[in-house]
């Protein structure tokens, strides 16, 4: 019994010393401007280096300092490490979209915040790498417009669907992730919000700061809690997601095989094509997917409709799941995903008739 206490407190003083704070008591925190221009995703640690603002520093804070108000200092000084993104005003992360040049084969990537590129800079997005890669096997033969946005979900993102079609699109890729598909009344009642496998929502979506850890709390038994929630977290999203394309959602699953039956009509009307570009969630990209179920029936109804599919999963595959988060606290693909995913689709989409 003896021994047991002595390593309960050798853990205990280790995790002191390291400073260890447990996952539910960090948060990541967003600053945007009233009129959605701009936007920091902000992180609390810059593991990677990547984050490239530093909102400690005096030019970021001349910089930025004016959104959110009095809400900047409290975000600088617990997720001081950012990545901006821009907007433009149908709030697409891109430039305004002009009118198609002649000679010119424009792609639109429609999407949610995989597509928008959350965490990461508008140049790493799969949508800018896929550019680079077309038109370096292709000079100045492709435009590619991102037209991802972060909370979109179906029937939101038919909405942005429609207003694709407005910029004569040749190609509209529509990057679809397991939680864009339509959620029934019956369904919601049945699942109330919980935090799911891209990003843990919790203090993020309430818009305050977690709890601090005291000092005299136990940094051994918080590190246990940490591991018994994760651990139900997984298991209540991963029911989640299944029962999104199963039975209790049955008739969001048939609205959502709708939406992409209309998409693919509008599209082929105007000469054009739709390419569904499957991300996996980044979990177990080591092992077998535990969605493969899911994206097996999404898959069946593209090959019955005759809509162009091409699986993202395999490119990620190969590599540790976590080197492909933008962080710890923020499970939606990193830079590296984008390019391995730009790098996966530039021959699809090119290969594409015109």
Same mark, same amino acid.
């Given at each position: 019994?003896?021994?047991v206490?002595?390593?309960?407190?050798?853990?205990?003083a280790g995790?002191?010393?390291?400073?260890?704070?447990?996952?539910?008591?960090?948060?990541?925190?967003?600053?945007?401007?009233?009129?959605w221009t701009?936007?920091l995703?902000c992180?609390?640690?810059?593991?990677?280096?990547?984050f490239d603002?530093?909102?400690?520093?005096p030019?970021s804070?001349? !910089?930025y300092?004016?959104?959110?108000?009095?809400?900047f200092?409290?975000?600088a000084?617990?997720?001081?490490?950012a990545?901006e993104?821009?907007y433009?005003s149908?709030?697409f !992360?891109?430039?305004e979209?002009?009118?198609?040049?002649?000679?010119?084969?424009r792609?639109?990537v429609l999407?949610d915040?995989?597509t928008e590129?959350?965490?990461v800079?508008?140049q790493d997005t799969?949508?800018?790498?896929?550019? !680079?890669?077309?038109?370096?096997?292709?000079p100045g033969?492709f435009?590619?417009?991102?037209?991802?946005?972060r909370?979109? @979900?179906f029937?939101?993102?038919?909405?942005?669907f429609?207003?694709?079609?407005?910029?004569d699109?040749?190609?509209?890729?529509?990057?679809?992730?397991?939680?864009?598909?339509?959620?029934?009344?019956?369904?919601?009642a049945?699942h109330?919000?919980?935090?799911d496998l891209?990003?843990d929502?919790?203090w993020s979506l309430?818009?305050?700061?977690?709890?601090a850890l005291?000092?005299f709390?136990?940094r051994l038994?918080?590190?246990?809690?940490d591991?018994?929630?994760t651990r139900r977290?997984a298991?209540?999203t991963t029911r989640?997601?299944r029962?999104?394309?199963?039975?209790?959602n049955?008739?969001?699953?048939?609205?959502?095989a @709708?939406?992409?039956?209309?998409?693919?009509?509008?599209?082929r009307?105007?000469?054009?094509?739709?390419?569904v570009a499957?991300?996996p969630?980044?979990?177990?990209?080591?092992?077998e997917?535990?969605?493969?179920?899911?994206?097996?029936?999404?898959?069946?109804l593209?090959?019955?409709e !005759?809509i162009?599919?091409?699986?993202?999963?395999?490119?990620l595959?190969?590599r540790?799941?976590?080197?492909?988060w933008v962080h710890?606290l923020d499970?939606?693909p990193?830079?590296?995903a984008h390019?391995l995913?730009a790098e996966?689709l530039?021959p699809v989409?090119a290969?594409l008739?015109?």
């Amino acid at each position: 019994m003896s021994s047991v206490l002595l390593v309960a407190l050798v853990a205990e003083a280790g995790l002191r010393i390291l400073g260890y704070t447990p996952r539910r008591l960090r948060s990541t925190a967003r600053l945007f401007d009233p009129g959605w221009t701009v936007l920091l995703d902000c992180y609390p640690e810059n593991p990677r280096g990547y984050f490239d603002i530093d909102l400690r520093e005096p030019r970021s804070r001349a !910089r930025y300092g004016h959104l959110r108000g009095r809400k900047f200092e409290a975000v600088a000084h617990r997720a001081p490490y950012a990545v901006e993104s821009r907007y433009n005003s149908l709030r697409f !992360r891109d430039v305004e979209f002009g009118p198609k040049r002649p000679g010119i084969r424009r792609v639109m990537v429609l999407g949610d915040s995989f597509t928008e590129g959350q965490g990461v800079r508008e140049q790493d997005t799969y949508p800018r790498v896929l550019e !680079r890669r077309l038109n370096a096997a292709h000079p100045g033969r492709f435009e590619v417009l991102n037209c991802g946005r972060r909370g979109d @979900d179906f029937p939101a993102l038919y909405a942005a669907f429609r207003e694709v079609l407005r910029h004569d699109p040749d190609v509209v890729v529509y990057g679809m992730v397991l939680n864009d598909a339509y959620q029934s009344e019956r369904f919601r009642a049945r699942h109330p919000l919980i935090n799911d496998l891209i990003m843990d929502r919790g203090w993020s979506l309430l818009g305050k700061p977690p709890p601090a850890l005291r000092a005299f709390d136990s940094r051994l038994l918080a590190s246990v809690q940490d591991r018994v929630q994760t651990r139900r977290t997984a298991l209540e999203t991963t029911r989640w997601y299944r029962d999104m394309y199963g039975e209790p959602n049955r008739e969001g699953w048939e609205r959502t095989a @709708d939406y992409l039956r209309e998409m693919n009509r509008r599209v082929r009307a105007r000469g054009g094509r739709l390419l569904v570009a499957s991300w996996p969630l980044l979990v177990n990209l080591e092992g077998e997917d535990p969605f493969a179920d899911v994206a097996a029936k999404v898959a069946g109804l593209c090959i019955a409709e !005759r809509i162009p599919r091409h699986d993202l999963r395999p490119a990620l595959r190969g590599r540790p799941t976590s080197s492909l988060w933008v962080h710890a606290l923020d499970m939606h693909p990193n830079e590296i995903a984008h390019r391995l995913a730009a790098e996966s689709l530039a021959p699809v989409v090119a290969a594409l008739p015109d």
